[in-house]
């Protein structure tokens, strides 16, 4: 076993050593035998909520109601969620009311695809009821049971579909993806944000253009919001579409493509974080500023570095090869300041320099214009250079 089922360990031993069973579950052990990168190692076990916490001494009680609560070891988080089979899904939003069992049968039954349906035990034997491991191989997405029943209870599924195709290559099985195609009006009764979070996966997969030909193929526009009103969006996607790994990253490349769907409206409707709305407009800002001016200092400068990546990806997605990050990183090197913060003189030395004047926006806008001196290599930033510079640039007062 791998190290993160290692760390992992005692907390199965834990609970088997309080008579119940515990397994690895879903998605890391799909991603073991895939040899992938481990994400998250969820837990299934036996035990209730109540017993898992008896026998933990840290566990945050996320989700008792659906039979999840948190385990914290070694600094690290772990789903440990009970047996459980689930109840109706009559708001196509949460299951109505789950039960807990003591069999894993049951719960492997109920998840969502076979490849996600694989469970190992601590010895590191796999558990497989539903062909997990014969359609890993095959490379196939397939409903664990009737696809059309699956997708019913819960139409997130369908995104589900798409978003394991675009991060795994997987094709949909024709049964599995002819069901999508009947249940696919469902779609619309989803509470959003469990939608924005799976299409943001879906936009990030390495094999993107592989989620996004099903997703063309699914026609789902009508029940997505926004693209309701611009299904040609989805259409129009360009060629050289790139794994967009953070959100911002998509809705600014929509709203580079499709103008009059602005940014907000994208976040609003998508209901997306403050940290994504943020990036999505920088992002635009830079392409807009890339538009005019190419790749400058000023451009660097003025980009928050955690943006660097989804700058290049973004570029790159709407014109092939436009940025190359070594590019970008050179012009990085050689900014003669990284922030206001290292120019040479402040405000403060600025409002000495003219002490029969009041303070006010003056300062602030003759900052602004030497910080862009600086970074164009025009004015070099020292004190002496700054301030000789002011003499013959003296602020504007109105
Ligand atoms: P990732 O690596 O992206 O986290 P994952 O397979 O772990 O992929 P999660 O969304 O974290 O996906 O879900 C964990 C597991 O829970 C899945 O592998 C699947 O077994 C089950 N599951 C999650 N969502 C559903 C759903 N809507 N219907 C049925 N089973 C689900
Ligand atoms: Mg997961």
């Known amino acids: 076993l791998t190290e993160p089922f290692l760390v992992a360990q005692p907390i199965l031993e834990q609970i088997e050593a309080h008579q119940q069973q515990a397994y690895y579950v879903g998605g890391c052990v799909r991603d073991l035998l895939l040899n992938r990168p481990i994400g998250d190692i969820d837990i299934t076990t036996s035990a209730t909520p109540e017993q898992i916490q008896k026998i933990f001494l840290k566990v945050i009680p996320v989700g008792i109601e659906h039979g999840t609560v948190i385990v914290r070891h070694e600094h690290q988080s772990y789903e440990v969620t009970t047996f459980r089979i689930d109840g109706d899904y009559a708001d196509k939003r949460h299951p109505d009311a789950v039960t807990f069992i003591d069999n894993i049968d049951k719960d492997l039954e109920r998840r969502d695809f076979t490849i996600n349906a694989l ?7 796999i558990l497989d009821l539903f062909d997990g491991k014969r359609d890993l191989k095959a490379k196939v997405i397939r409903t664990v049971g009737n696809g059309e029943e699956r997708f019913a209870e819960d139409s997130l599924r369908i995104i589900r579909a798409l978003r394991f195709s675009s991060q795994l290559g997987f094709t949909i099985h024709p049964d599995t993806f002819t069901a999508m195609l009947h249940v696919k009006a469902e779609i619309e009764g989803l509470a959003i944000e469990r939608l924005t979070n799976e299409f943001a996966k879906l936009f990030s ?17 009508q029940y997505l919001p926004v693209f309701s009103e611009h299904p040609e969006i989805l259409d129009n996607l360009p060629e050289s579409l790139q794994p967009l790994k953070s959100f911002g990253e998509v ?29 999505g407009i920088q992002l635009v800002k830079a392409y807009q500023y890339f538009l005019v ?8 400068y003025q980009l928050k570095e955690a943006y660097y990546e989804g700058f290049i990806r973004l570029m790159n997605s709407l014109q092939p090869n436009s940025i190359a990050p070594q ?18 003189i402040n405000g403060n030395d600025i409002m000495k320099l003219f002490p029969t004047m009041k303070g006010g926006p003056w300062i602030k806008q003759l900052l602004t214009k030497i910080e862009k001196e600086i970074i164009f290599g025009r004015l070099q930033n020292t004190e002496h250079d700054i301030k000789e510079w002011i003499k013959w640039n003296p602020p504007e007062i109105n």
Do not use: R
């Open 327 to 344: 590019q970008l990183m050179s012009v990085k090197e050689l900014l003669p300041i990284n922030a206001g913060k290292d120019i040479a």
């Open 119 to 125: 469970a190992m035990n601590v010895k590191g034997e």
């Open 205 to 221: 997969g390495d094999f993107v253009n592989i989620g996004i030909d099903y997703l063309q193929k699914l026609e789902i526009q």
């Open 251 to 279: 809705i600014a490349l929509f709203h580079i493509m499709n103008p009059e769907v602005s940014v907000l409206t994208w976040v609003n409707a998508w209901k997306c974080s403050n940290k994504i709305k943020l990036e």
């Open 293 to 300: 001016n190419g790749l400058d200092s000023l451009l660097v």
